[in-house]
């Protein structure tokens, strides 16, 4: 059984290398953990219910992050050269704009909002190739 926290939970900008152990929890609220200095999400709790904040953090994995993400995903800034292990179930949008992204292998399987990409990758991930692998109900927006 899961445990479950009510509230958010802000550990941005602590100068972590790595994330407690929360992955056996459910957190009812928003998770901060941007601003570090970690390469994955290991530890991160396995349900949010509310908005996932991990930009900025140095990332080159996503491994660990939650399961399932019930607001806004944002993995922006970091060093992703993929999403393999990307939440599966994101309701609000997926952001992971200014990253060095060469695959989208672990895109979601579900994306309720926006997916936000950089507009360098536009011809190689179009809005029909997402699509086809992303049951995405929101808008694919490419960034600048």
Known sequence: MRKI???QINLSCLHLTELFDLSDVEVIGPFYCSGNNFTNLKGAPHTVRGNFQCHGSNLTSLEGAPHTVYGDFNC???NLT????APKIVIGDFNCIKNNLTSLEGLPKT???NFYLDAYIKDKFSEEFIRKRCNLTGQVRYHD
């Open 5 to 7: 926290i009510n509230g």
């Open 76 to 78: 922006a800034g970091n």
């Open 82 to 85: 993929s999403l393999k292990g």
């Open 111 to 113: 994306i309720y909002g």
